[in-house]
């Protein structure tokens, strides 16, 4: 596992094929034997965020409590330059090198470009979905506002692979394709290509599943927690009613949420359960809460009990 402490040069020549992972990041070379963290601090990354990507897709390590170290915004960011990347370069890099490297006039090399097509097509479709749908829903997280109408599981149930037509195209050059000498060695060339792509879509999809839908949905779950919280103050502040409650009717509140009956609430107080009766009618009146649930968030809110006495 890698370190904020290691060099990065030192990562790199380890792994030379975590050199696009920087571009990713936004972290240009010339950064000499600087650390991770040093690096990372230098170039506005986030350390934890980057070396979890890191790790996942060198090692294969994710640590599952990471969740809440993890930046949303640093994954949003990677994620964005990722496809921007593979839709603007990577993709129309390979389609050069096949027009180069076939002859337009056999018919099974035009097949093999139709499939390159399709294959783009399909890959730009999925990650123009991405950017279309989950990023800007992200993003709004970001922001504090709620999108009831869609969630990270709705993009997750639909997450698959979308490689295979990449696999078949590779199996048809190396199983069917013949090539005079020039051809062969330009085709085996794209061939290198489409295996890199292979793994660099396959290490994309993981850090899709495995950090950015776990910390999404984590990130979904804290805010609609406060959503909720703040929707019962707002309900609490804004209540309707201009009459405040008796020191009598906080007194059968108080009773109420430590899960007393009305009998008990009547021989407490010292008066009968028709009193009892009309203090909760009005209560339910002027605050328009008319649950033990409600009345019991009423006193907790407005300090009336300590949460440690009622009876959940």
Not at 152 to 172: A, P, R, W, Y
Request: proline content about 3%; hydrophobic content about 35%; some cysteine.
């Amino acid at each position: 596992m890698y370190e904020p402490d290691d060099s990065l040069i030192s990562i790199i020549r380890d792994n030379y094929n975590i050199l696009q992972s920087l571009g990713s990041f936004g972290i240009s070379l010339g950064f000499g034997d600087k650390t991770v963290r040093e690096v990372c601090e230098m170039q506005g990354v986030d350390t934890y965020t980057f070396l979890a990507v890191v790790n996942l897709t060198i090692n294969g390590y994710r640590n599952p409590n990471d969740i809440d170290r993890l930046s949303v915004q640093t994954l949003l960011h990677y994620l964005k330059a990722s496809h921007e990347y593979y839709l603007d370069f990577q993709l129309p890099f390979i389609r050069k090198e096949l027009v180069d490297a076939l002859d337009e006039k056999d018919n099974l090399a035009r097949l093999i470009l139709k499939l390159y097509d399709d294959y783009a097509h399909t890959i730009r479709s999925h990650m123009q979905y991405e950017e279309k749908m989950v990023f800007p829903y992200v993003e709004s997280m970001l922001k504090n506002e709620i999108k009831t109408e869609y969630d990270i599981d709705t993009f997750s149930k639909h997450h698959g692979q979308v490689d295979h037509k990449l696999k078949e195209l590779k199996n048809i050059i190396i199983k069917y394709l013949p090539s005079d000498g020039l051809h062969n060695n330009q085709l085996s060339a794209t061939l290198y290509d489409i295996y890199n792509n292979e793994e660099w879509l396959a290490q994309h999809a993981l850090v899709e599943d495995e950090i950015f839908i776990p910390v999404v949905r984590n990130l979904e779950g804290k805010l609609r927690k406060d959503d909720v919280s703040l929707k019962i103050s707002n309900m609490i502040r804004q209540n309707p009613s201009s009459e405040e409650l008796s020191e009598r009717e906080k007194d059968v509140i108080i009773s109420l949420v430590q899960g007393m009956s009305n009998k008990e609430i009547a021989d407490h107080l010292c008066i009968s359960i028709n009193t009892v009766i009309t203090h909760r009618r009005n209560i339910a009146r002027k605050l328009q809460i008319h649950s033990p649930a409600g009345l019991t968030i009423y006193a907790i809110v407005n300090k009336l009990v300590d949460i440690s006495s009622v009876k959940l």
